[in-house]
């Protein structure tokens, strides 16, 4: 029987290196610490801008404050109580639209987000010991109470002057007061326009009063504290005054600024 031997393995020619085989490079931690921020960042980008996006055209459901609120009230042992339903802002009384920017934001049809000289005198204020109100805008609170949570750390600081921004650009004045309108707290358990006419009044958000409309404005400092009917001699009085300051508005909020 005829034995085959295998051929030899042939050898490489004189003068010829092996091929170099590729290195797999690893990266340090640091370049992996900088991949994880620089996706982490497109990614929030993304989400952010696209959110503010929908939401121009899309009602805003619910917000965080309306659920945080519903916790607070349900470990306090209390009823959870939720009435929220969205009213296109055509079908919101004028008067509640100048009401708030008569109490809330004097300067909101003219300031692109930011009102920085009410911002300069609140901190002067606040570092006298002082605290006021006047210093966010309509634009901010309205990013606030849809994007973020409540508090006053400097993360969420810089995220609300990022998505204010944001929907400033994007929505505009009259998107923008439709969405607070519809999203603001107005009493315990009680968010948006509609509900707000509903529980203090009994009537539709379309046909408030001008004293109706300052009523409701007087109570947003702490809507869960004030009353816009029955109320104390301090609301009774903002009532009078954001009135008086309806009159310098117009007879109809002009948000095109034409």
Known sequence: MAVTKKPAPKKPAAGKA???????????FGEKVKWFFIKAMLWFFGLSIGSVIFFKYVPVPFTPLMLIRAIEN????????????????????????KAVIASEDGTFLTHNGFDFKALQKAYKSNERGR????????????????????????????????????IEVIWGKERIMEVYLNSIEMGD????????????YRRDASSLTPMQAAG??????????????????????RKERIVREMRYIGKKVNYDGK
């Not at 409701?216 to 009085?237: D, H, Q, V």
């Open 74 to 97: 349900k470990m306090a042992g209390k009823e959870v109580y939720f009435d929220h339903d969205w009213e296109p802002i055509d079908k919101i009384s004028m008067n509640l639209q």
């Open 216 to 237: 409701i404005a007087a109570i947003l400092p702490n809507p869960r504290k004030f009353k816009a009917t029955g109320s104390s001699s301090y609301i009774n009085r």
């Open 18 to 28: 092996k091929p170099a085989t590729k290195k797999k490079t690893n990266r340090t």
């Open 131 to 166: 605290r006021i109100r006047g210093g966010s805008t309509i634009s901010q609170q309205t990013a606030k109470n849809v994007f973020l949570w409540q508090g006053k750390s400097y993360l969420r600081k810089g995220l609300e002057a990022y998505f204010t921004i944001l």
């Open 189 to 200: 358990g009680v968010y948006g326009a509609y509900a707000a006419t509903e529980h203090w």
